[in-house]
């Protein structure tokens, strides 16, 4: 059964940094790229970044652009998102994905909710 | 940037027929795919490839792309295809994922 589990959420001060894992498995975890999407409660949905399957390219919103980072270890089956400089509007629930075979996303982990206060 | 635009809301009573559109410039040279999420959970693909369904989808949900609208077709409405709704393309211009805004789906 594929399995895809967000951790690493909190509440975290404007300026600061937390970083989100997502934990594979029931798959082969090298063979797909991967996405992060985001949700601010009561909203739609909002791609966030991609990272291919060995790492070697990756893409982000403009939103995120230069303050957050995507990485993978494919030995530990995990996917990253590294967020720095958070801002208020970044609070939201995080959401990993698989993405199945041309951009669309056929599972989806439960989400994990940062919230960027003061 | 690709914008995709769907109507915030859609009503239909049980049984009839409930379509959900997608507006983009030229979206019939993209693959749309279209999730369905409920309260409290997380997204789940309902259609690929503009058409095609994923293992477990009802038949009943179909899907189309012409010109500059794609199409989510539901049939037979039922109570628990009560739902949002969102459509989603690949910009390849820019190596971006869209979404559009959504729709919320009402059985009436």
């Known amino acids: 059964e594929v399995q895809l589990v967000e951790s690493g959420g909190g509440l975290v001060q404007p300026g600061g940094s937390l970083r989100l894992s997502c934990a594979a498995s029931g798959f082969t975890f090298s063979s797909y790229w991967m996405h992060w999407v985001r949700q601010v409660p009561g909203k739609g949905l909002v791609w966030v970044s991609f990272i291919n399957r060995d790492g070697s390219s990756t893409s982000y919103a403009d939103s995120v652009e230069g303050r957050f980072t995507i990485s993978r270890d494919n030995a530990k089956n995990t996917l990253y998102l590294q967020m720095n400089s958070l801002r208020a509007e970044d609070t939201a629930v995080y959401y990993c994905?698989?993405?199945?075979?041309?951009?669309?996303?056929?599972?989806w982990g439960q989400g994990t909710l940062v919230t960027v206060s003061s | 940037s690709y914008v995709l635009t769907q109507p915030p809301s859609v009503s239909v009573a049980p049984g009839r027929t409930a379509r959900i559109t997608c507006g983009g410039n030229?979206?019939?040279?993209?693959?749309v795919h279209w999730y369905q999420q409920k309260p409290g959970q997380a997204p789940v693909l309902v259609i690929y490839?503009?058409?095609d369904r994923p293992s477990g989808i009802p038949e009943r949900f179909s899907g189309s792309n012409s010109g500059d609208t794609a199409t989510l077709t539901i049939s037979r409405v039922e109570a628990g295809d009560e739902a949002d709704y969102y459509c989603q393309v690949w910009d390849s211009s820019r190596d971006h994922v869209v979404f559009g805004g959504g729709t919320k789906l009402t059985v009436l």
């Open positions: 994905a698989r993405d199945r075979r041309i951009r669309d996303f056929d599972y």
């Open positions: 490839y503009d058409s």
């Open positions: 030229k979206i019939v040279s993209k693959s």
